[in-house]
């Protein structure tokens, strides 16, 4: 089991910035991806930011250029800089863990979720 604990939420105008951490505890295995997604009032969960154990990242079109995560593998926090924030990015943020425990088997953990309110 992994557990998840997500920090770093609030209340930003418009052009502002937050720092959202996640630490993760419990099992997680060397071979892993740990990432970002956001859930808006009445839309589905999508993807903001990953990051796999070796470095490789995916960012979603709408927050490249904006968004930074960085994760600090001896720690095992994922880390999402977020910067210029529009009132487009309100929503519930979540960090989720992807381990590997096996070359072809996997197990996704999510955290609680933080709440990230951009006003106008």
């Known amino acids: 089991q992994v557990q998840l604990v997500e920090s770093g939420g609030g209340l930003v105008q418009a052009g502002g910035s937050l720092r959202l951490s996640c630490a993760a505890s419990g099992n997680v295995f060397s071979n892993n991806v740990m990432g970002w997604y956001r859930q808006a009032p009445g839309k589905q969960r999508e993807l903001v930011a990953t990051?796999?154990?070796?470095?490789?990242?995916n960012y979603a079109d709408s927050v490249k250029g904006r968004f930074t995560i960085s994760r600090d593998n001896a720690k095992n926090t994922v880390n999402l800089q977020v910067n210029s924030l529009k009132p487009e990015d309100t929503a519930v943020y979540y960090c989720?863990?992807?381990?590997?425990?096996?070359?072809?088997?996997?197990?996704?953990?999510w955290g609680q979720g933080t709440q990230v309110t951009v006003s106008s």
């Open positions: 990051l796999t154990s070796d470095g490789s990242t």
């Open positions: 989720k863990v992807t381990t590997y425990y096996h070359p072809y088997l996997s197990s996704d953990y």
